[in-house]
């Protein structure tokens, strides 16, 4: 692929070696790594000047110790597409869910959304709730299944008026990478937004039982004990909860799209997603 080639040879240009390793996504974007460095060619749907102000925040000194920091704080463009640059860290592995570093992911989401905005660059809206809108309305089909899906995401309410702070906007295990120290990756979705749609993956994995209560009690109450401000006072669920339901739709409809791409049944976990929306929908 010359995409593919071209990303190895931007990895050798700052100190890539080795053979090139493609990074499997599900996306549109091309991820390849050559020993300590990788190199990203973002979505074609991105927004270059938005993604410009997000490398730079990711390179500033405030959210040092947070984000990982570009090996180059620039946008470069290969074969037209947006590519990025980056130090290789060690993802957590697929097995490692119940073990991975949920409190240190929280301590460090904590610490994200108490950044100070006026101290960084002008960043767009974060893209939690659009990435959620995005998925519904992407979904194909007409069956019962996508039926449920597009109700449970259409019959939400209108969100209350929440705090705008800065905000990863797709927060998963897979945004944590080991260096040093664990840091938060991936900038694509980085914005001002309402800081309780970086908690709402998690909560919506424990509300379909898919996440051990034990381990959410852990993430949640590392995030309030660091001070994390999206929860505000009293019970978390108050601002949690429609947040949770979008992404149990968007999750759900994500889960649908590629079992039917596959040709596949769908498994236990992305069946309780749609039970949980089932749920949801009679609630």
């Known amino acids: 692929m010359v995409l593919e080639a071209e990303l190895a040879g931007v990895a050798g240009t700052y100190g890539g070696s080795g053979d090139p390793v493609r990074h499997q996504t599900r996306s549109d974007s091309v991820v390849v790594r050559r020993g300590e460095v990788v190199v990203k060619a973002h979505s074609v749907r991105d927004d270059v000047p938005g993604l410009r102000a997000r490398l730079r925040a990711c390179a500033s000194p405030e959210l040092a110790g947070v984000m990982l920091a570009p090996l180059v704080p620039e946008v470069l463009m290969v074969a037209g597409r947006a590519v990025t640059v980056w130090p290789a860290g060690r993802p957590i592995g697929r097995d490692e869910t119940e073990t991975a570093p949920w409190e ?21 809206e974060a893209g939690g709730p659009g990435r959620a809108a995005g998925a519904v309305r992407r979904l194909e089909g007409d069956g019962p299944v996508e039926r449920l899906i597009r109700r449970t995401f259409q019959e939400l309410p209108e969100p209350e008026a929440g705090p ?12 944590l990478v080991l260096r040093d120290r664990w840091l938060l990756i991936d900038p694509d979705d980085l914005g001002v937004g309402d800081p309780a749609w970086d908690l709402a993956r998690p909560a919506a994995w424990y509300a379909a039982g898919l996440l051990d209560p034990e381990v959410w009690d852990r993430f949640l109450g590392a995030y309030l004990a660091a001070g994390g401000p999206a929860l505000g006072d009293g019970d978390p669920w108050r601002r949690l909860d429609l947040p949770a339901r979008a992404v149990t739709a968007q999750l759900a409809a994500v889960a649908l799209g590629h079992a039917r791409r ?11 997603l749609i039970e949980a929306c089932g749920r949801i929908v009679r609630a």
């Open 104 to 124: 240190e992911g929280a301590r460090l989401l904590a610490r994200l959304h108490a950044a100070p905005l006026t101290s960084l660059p002008a960043l767009p």
């Open 164 to 175: 705008a702070l800065l905000t990863h906007g797709d927060w998963h295990l897979g945004q």
């Open 262 to 272: 596959e040709r596949r049944e769908l498994d236990e976990a992305e069946q309780s």
